[in-house]
């Protein structure tokens, strides 16, 4: 996200949000998360959003994020020093407090016993920051650097056993400063000091829900679209199909869906979207048969990468032929979600890397003239799944896993041929039925089956066979961002191996991916 006036202006939900500033911190979207969980609607910019353009968000209040940098490195992400003068509540942490101490007249130095990890702070703050936090609190701290001598104003209001300034105040100007993560889960009474920074200082309302997102979502629809036509890429998944049902709320016939399959897709996923989209929902639907084209297009292609951009790119095309046959449309409605827009920031010079590029961020051709309609680009995943809820969809549709815009293109590492993603089809939706019958499908955040561009020597059927290798993964997790692999109960791993290789062609071996992210990715490529 650029922080264009235009899109903080679209991304206001609530009449004050609290912006995070991002200064490449891993945690950036947590904070924003747990901001949300107070009820109170959050926005991410970066660290260097100009000042006007951040006096338009018109915050209640400011979080600084932590990041990797020093204060004293060279190009240090800092912000526009006149923040401090917007007269706004901020918090600091971990590098956001150091920027307070080096910005205001302190000083921040190497620290000579570092931190990581857990800790524990004693404070008396009975009515502020630390309100309602027990007296001696579980913290996690991860840090090099520390504040040695504080700015004028301030006062220490937490220490740990290493750190004597854990937490800090200048309640005249409403800034203060923690050294920790209270948004982790490891600092277990951290979203109470995130609530006490957005409720009582800075006076927000927890007036955020689902409930006001839909009406004000569909309000906001109905505004832009009036009597224009919107066509809108229909996947199956969670993203798109949320999406298309919130617009056709608010605009009826004048929104019609374009299912493209790819031949990338989940065994059955044409027949589940034609009879929910078409039949369930009665909304305008065209399905298109690409299956061909997009083998082509993939033929002898290895690199991840590469693939992505082929699907996209023909994903694109075919789109566009579509769309011209529908006559004239006025918007291309998507399905993007706020971490696609934060992690796609580095594009625009922002502090975070990217990792992948994303399907929905952008590549719409300018000669389309079409303007986005992107209604769930300022939610996150979870916050997607209870909008279907509240929008009273099934829960079997808002519940399903994520999957890659690319499919199982990604899934197939090397080479992608129409056989073997027959194979890795067939294998996923038996990955996926057991886990359904063991009960375990609503604790995994994501399950995949992954086609290996290895081969193996096996016994079957008393035969010497040469088949290929399938990697199974799962993941828990809150938003992605991070993941840690699921540990199966060995038996639901034992039924899930020797189904494959009794019913799968073409596999005889089944492995456990337990990499957790980082250092891996959830998806292989």
């Not at 209040?61 to 706004?88: E, M, T, Y």
């Not at 989209?277 to 065209?286: C, K, P």
């Not at 993939?298 to 075919?318: C, H, Q, T, Y």
């Not at 961020?361 to 509240?390: I, Q, S, T, Y």
Request: glycine share 10%; net charge negative.
């Amino acid at each position: 996200m650029s922080g264009s006036p235009s899109e903080i202006q679209r991304m206001k939900s609530s009449p004050r949000p609290i912006v995070v500033l991002d200064f490449g911190a891993q945690y950036s979207k947590l904070i924003a998360r747990r901001v949300r969980e107070a009820n109170v609607f959050s926005l991410i910019l970066p660290f260097n959003v100009p000042l006007d353009e951040l006096r338009k968000a018109n915050p209640a209040g400011i979080i600084f994020s932590g990041g990797p940098a020093s204060v004293h490195a060279p190009g240090a992400p800092l912000p526009d020093p006149r923040v401090f003068d917007l007269g706004v509540p901020i918090l600091g942490i971990c590098y956001g407090v150091q920027v307070f101490a080096h910005m205001l007249g302190g000083k921040v130095e190497r620290s000579a016993k570092r931190e990581y990890g857990i800790a524990h702070i004693e404070h008396q703050d009975g009515e502020g920051l630390l309100r309602n936090v027990d007296a001696s609190a579980q913290v996690w701290m991860s840090h090099g650097d520390a504040i040695s001598m504080l700015p004028d104003g301030f006062a220490a209001i937490a220490r740990t056993e290493n750190c004597p300034y854990a937490a800090i105040a200048n309640s005249t100007r409403r800034f203060y400063g923690v050294q920790f993560h209270p948004e982790v889960v490891h600092t277990p009474q951290g979203t109470q000091i995130l609530a006490n920074f957005v409720h009582g200082v800075c006076g927000c309302a927890a007036d955020w829900s689902m409930g006001s997102f839909v009406d004000t979502a569909i309000a906001d629809i109905r505004e832009r679209v009036g009597n224009k036509r919107v066509i809108c890429g229909l996947s199956g998944g969670v993203d798109s199909s949320v999406a298309a049902v919130l617009i056709h709320r608010a605009i009826g016939d004048n929104l019609t869906c374009v299912f493209v399959n790819n031949g990338l897709l989940r065994k059955g996923e044409p027949d589940m979207v034609r009879q929910v989209f078409q039949d369930n929902y009665h909304i305008n639907l065209r399905c298109v048969d690409a299956e061909d084209r997009f083998l082509t297009a993939l033929a002898g292609v290895s690199d991840p990468e590469d693939k992505r951009k082929r699907i996209g790119n023909l994903f694109i095309e075919v789109f566009e032929e579509e769309a011209s046959k529908l006559g004239h449309m006025d918007f291309l409605a998507q399905g993007t979600l706020y971490p696609d827009v934060i992690e796609s920031i580095s594009a625009t010079g922002g502090p975070s890397a990217t990792i992948k590029s994303h399907h929905n961020v952008g590549g719409l051709p300018e000669h389309m003239n079409l303007e986005l309609l992107e209604p769930l680009r300022e939610l996150f995943k979870d916050e997607v799944r209870a909008l279907g809820k509240e929008l009273g969809m099934a829960g079997e549709l808002i519940w399903r896993h994520p999957f890659p815009g690319p499919g199982l293109g990604v899934r197939c590492i090397g080479a992608v041929t129409k056989e073997r993603l027959d194979t890795l089809r067939e294998a996923d939706a038996i990955f996926i039925d057991e886990i359904k019958k063991a009960g375990l499908y609503g604790a995994i955040w994501q399950a995949l089956v992954c086609l290996l561009p290895v081969r193996s020597v096996g016994v079957q059927g008393d035969e010497r066979t040469y088949e290929e290798v399938c990697s199974l993964r799962a993941v828990t997790s809150e938003d992605a961002m991070t993941a840690d692999w699921f540990r199966f109960p060995p038996d639901v791993l034992q039924r899930v191996s020797n189904r494959i290789c009794n019913e799968v062609k073409h596999i005889n071996r089944v492995l456990y991916d337990v990499t957790s992210k980082p250092p891996g990715t959830i998806e292989w490529e």
